[in-house]
């Protein structure tokens, strides 16, 4: 058994056990005690947790907060687990992602490659504005008890809402919170940055019995409309990624044809607007006319 082989095996039996001694692990692996040894003190230098009990029963063992259920993960699970927290730290911003992420770290970093998967997001300023927010949210699932906060929609109209807060939903680039409103008497998705001035007041309440009802109405999505758009090759990748190869076939030899189902709304004619002069889109003529007078409205704030 190579070095690497036996130190995550090690790990992974102190992850089950409470102490193991020196002996075991010679015996288990076939080496000598000066081996395990010298795999003990790597352990502990590259940051693990190890700890040793001196005595008859005495032996290693790895601390306590740094174990959990391990049965139904291997140690490429562990280093799945790593990388995918690693990159979505910056989104995530939590500071028990933080704590999961160190100890996972401290469990699989020195005994893996480095660098063969990364993942990258913006690092914007203001996921760090929106981290109290977030966090208060957090706690008032855990603990049911009803927050309030001001409001303010995409049309720029500011209310005071009453919420029993339900869920915490990342999508795309943004926070969002599912609850049931008070004011409204209807389950209710917030966006997290259009939330201010929040407090957790000392009032509980219940989980309600219609949780399938709630994640049917706060997860309410616009009606899509099927619609054809002539692409660019540059911009190919960006749809492929979204909708999938099936959406996209030969055009000319310069374009491509999508079919793609967006929203006949602000938010639909928005992303189609981001892709400028790379996407035209050709049919049905009912959206064409719509998404035509939406950026006829931009351009008239230029028209001088």
Request: hydrophobic share 40%.
């Amino acid at each position: 058994m190579e070095k690497v082989e036996r130190l995550i095996s090690i790990i992974m039996i102190l992850l089950k056990k409470d102490v193991v001694s020196t002996t075991e692990f010679a015996q288990l692996f076939n080496v000598s005690k000066r081996t395990i040894l010298r795999d003990m003190e790597t352990l502990s230098l590259s940051n693990i947790p190890i700890y040793s009990v001196n005595g008859i029963h005495g032996g290693y063992g790895i601390m306590d907060e740094y174990k959990f259920d391990k049965r139904l993960l291997t140690s490429s699970d562990l280093e799945s687990i790593l990388t995918a927290l690693g990159g979505l730290e910056q989104i995530l911003i939590s500071e028990d992602v933080e704590v999961t992420i160190k100890k996972i770290e401290a469990m699989v970093s020195p005994l893996s490659p480095k660098g063969s998967i990364q993942v990258s997001f913006y690092d914007w300023e203001g996921r760090s504005e929106i981290r109290p927010t977030l966090k208060r949210c957090q706690e008032a699932i855990l603990a049911r008890r009803i927050i309030s906060f001001d409001y303010l929609d995409k049309n720029g109209m500011k209310t005071n809402r009453m919420v029993e807060p339900y869920q915490l939903h990342f999508s795309e680039t943004s926070w969002y919170l599912k609850g049931f409103c008070l004011h409204r008497m209807r389950y209710r998705t917030f966006k997290l940055s259009r939330i201010d001035h929040l407090h957790m007041d000392e009032q509980t309440f219940s989980p309600r019995d219609d949780l399938l009802k709630q994640e049917q109405e706060a997860s309410y999505q616009p009606e899509l409309v099927e619609v054809k758009a002539l692409i660019s090759p540059g911009i190919k990748d960006q749809f492929i990624e979204r909708y999938g190869r099936k959406s996209i076939e030969p055009y000319s030899p310069e374009l491509f044809l999508a079919t793609i189902h967006v929203p006949q709304n602000s938010i639909g004619f928005q992303f189609l607007a981001s892709f400028g002069t790379n996407l035209e889109i050709v049919e049905p003529r009912a959206y064409v006319e719509d998404f035509r007078n939406f950026l006829t409205k931009i351009m008239e704030k230029y028209i001088v």
